[in-house]
C-alpha cells in the first residue's frame, strides 16, 4: 500500500494578491489635509518652526469671521470655549489674516489674556 501525502495549499500567490490589495489601498487613499474653516492669507514671516500637536487649540481670524478648531464661532462663543480649558499652559496656533484690522486682532488677544492663555503660535508664511 503506498502512502499518500497529504494535500496542502500553496499561499504563494494569495500573499501576492494581498501586496497588490495593500498596494493599492495605499496608492488611491487620500491623505487627511488640514481643514481650515477660513480662507486666510497669512503674512510672510523670516523663520519658521513646526510644532504638531494633536491636542493643540487652533483659532483662525479674517476680516469678517472667527474659527476654533474650525468651527466657524463668534467672539462670545469664542470666550466660552477658552474659560472651559482646564490646562492653560496649553499650546494655541493662531492664524491670523493679513489684511485683518489691528482692532480685530487686538480683541483676540485681550479675550485670550483674559484666560491666561499666554501659550501662543502665530503662524504665518515662510
Not at 494535500?7 to 494578491?17: A, F, K, Y
Not at 503674512?43 to 491636542?55: D, W
Request: hydrophobic share 45%.
Amino acid at each position: 500500500m503506498k502512502r499518500r501525502e497529504p494535500l496542502t495549499l500553496d499561499l504563494t500567490p494569495l500573499i501576492d494578491v494581498v501586496f497588490i490589495l495593500i498596494i493599492f489601498f495605499i496608492v488611491s487613499s487620500s491623505f487627511k489635509k488640514e481643514n481650515f474653516a477660513l480662507n486666510l492669507t497669512l503674512p510672510q514671516g523670516a523663520k519658521s518652526s513646526t510644532m504638531v500637536n494633536k491636542t493643540m487649540v487652533s483659532i483662525e481670524l479674517n476680516q469678517n469671521n472667527i474659527a476654533y478648531n474650525g468651527e466657524k464661532i463668534d467672539f462670545l462663543k469664542l470666550q466660552e470655549k477658552l474659560e472651559v480649558i482646564a490646562n492653560k499652559q496649553e499650546a494655541i496656533t493662531v492664524k491670523i489674516d493679513k489684511s485683518v484690522p489691528y482692532q480685530k486682532v487686538v480683541e483676540l488677544l485681550d479675550i485670550l489674556q483674559f484666560n491666561n492663555l499666554s501659550n501662543l503660535s502665530l503662524v504665518t508664511e515662510k
